[in-house]
């Protein structure tokens, strides 16, 4: 079975206050842009479009069915959001983007995405997988600290810097995960209030 690298680099804006992780891209196959949650039917910039202007479609381009990834990163940059994946490099045991065959080969390096970050405080997983790998990189490091239920957060010390952070687990962008867009929109609304 190939062995997949992450097909983007991080996008860390330097004044970011937030970093989201999520598990691994989908297949390209599967990509309306060349960004992070580029699914046309994962609703994670829908949530955000609901979030923070009221709608749903603000960042589609209904007519190609793609997202605009422009718009979305401004949007990212100015709303000091970072995104990234607990995954560097995976098999996946099936032809598709589901996380229950997705095997894990290399973890990301969390803490040095957080050193390009000072004003990071908070570290958001979207999903089970991405918050199962968080909590193992974590215990490598030392640090024991429970995965949150969904919607809610638990905290640790960046030991090498005595840092405190916010870890928030929240639902799956996937619309494989049985919960309406607009009820994943209220527990992701819980990060910017």
Known sequence: MTIENHPLDPFLPENASMLFLGSFPPPKERWSMEFFYPNWINDFWRMMGLIHYQDKTYFEQQSAKRFDKDLIVAFCRESGIALFDTARKVR?????????????????????????????????????????????????????????????????????????????RMPSTSRAYPMKLEKKAEYYKRLFE
């Open 92 to 168: 996946r045991l099936k032809d598709n983007a589901d996380d229950n065959f997705l095997e894990i080969v290399e973890g990301t390096d969390v803490f040095s995405l957080l050193e390009q970050m000072p004003k990071c405080q908070t570290i958001v997983t979207t999903g089970g997988k991405a918050s199962e790998e968080l909590q193992l990189y974590l215990e490598k490091k030392g640090i024991i600290v429970r995965i949150p239920k969904v919607g809610e957060y638990s905290t640790f010390q960046f030991l090498q810097e005595g840092k405190n952070f916010c870890w928030w």
